[in-house]
T-cell receptor, first 114, second 111 residues
Framework: DGGITQSPKYLFRKEGQNVTLSCEQN?????MYWYRQDPGQGLRLIYYSQIVNDFQKGDIAEGYSVSREKKESFPLTVTSAQKNPTAFYLCASSQQGAASGELFFGEGSRLTVL | QKEVEQNSGPLSVPEGAIASLNCTYS??????FFWYRQYSGKSPELIMFIYSNGDKEDGRFTAQLNKASQYVSLLIRDSQPSDSATYLC???????????FGTGTRLQVTL
């Protein structure tokens, strides 16, 4: 089945550690996105990529990094520079590019900093 | 002023009733409007989109857009307990051409 796979589903991190969240899609979509969701808040865009080997910062990119070496994969690293990383992280893709609102989401990764 | 505003709720409606969810946006140049449904602990899924003024119907769902008043609504007819979720409004602003989400309205359909 086509879709977006995120892993791990739950992740615990000690302060000062970097962690990488995986996102893989087999929908053949060019555009991929990372969002962060905090309780009672909407989704906030961290990074997005419209094409392989290219990505742009979203609204809250500080403390995060990404890569897009393959069309199918868009991993997110939460670095120790991110001051409040505990959140629900959502990866998404779209067929129509960065200005599309028709997003397909993965199941999400819930990160907790201990 | 937030770019996309929604009442957080909860909005409680009895089973079988019509649920009306509202969303206002600040950028008058916005062109595209989306409704996502998010069950607790799950990821959002797109249920409706609307680009033109007026109504757009899909099964029990109707999206309504009024660009002059800068609001978009989602009506759910014959509400079912399975409709209980948070509904996120999202808008592509005309100037930024990026998707901005509201904070969502939690809907509770009671038996």
């Amino acid at each position: 089945d086509g879709g977006i796979t995120q892993s791990p589903k739950y992740l615990f991190r000690k302060e000062g550690q970097n962690v990488t969240l995986s996102c893989e899609q087999n929908l053949n979509h060019d555009a991929m996105y990372w969002y962060r969701q905090d309780p009672g808040q909407g989704l906030r865009l961290i990074y997005y990529s419209q094409i392989v080997n290219d990505f742009q910062k979203g609204d809250i990119a500080e403390g995060y990094s990404v890569s897009r070496e393959k069309k199918e994969s868009f991993p997110l690293t939460v670095t120790s520079a991110q001051k409040n990383p505990t959140a629900f992280y959502l990866c998404a893709s779209s067929q129509q590019g960065a200005a599309s609102g028709e997003l397909f989401f993965g199941e999400g990764s819930r990160l907790t900093v201990l | 002023q937030k770019e996309v505003e929604q009442n957080s709720g909860p909005l409680s409606v009895p089973e079988g009733a019509i649920a009306s969810l509202n969303c206002t946006y600040s950028d008058r140049g916005s062109q595209s409007f989306f409704w996502y449904r998010q069950y607790s602990g799950k990821s959002p899924e797109l249920i409706m989109f609307i680009y033109s003024n007026g109504d757009k119907e899909d099964g029990r769902f109707t999206a309504q857009l009024n660009k002059a008043s800068q609001y978009v609504s989602l009506l759910i007819r014959d509400s079912q307990p399975s409709d209980s979720a948070t509904y996120l409004c999202a808008v592509i602003a005309g100037t930024a051409s990026k998707l901005t989400f509201g904070t969502g309205t939690r809907l509770q359909v009671t038996l």
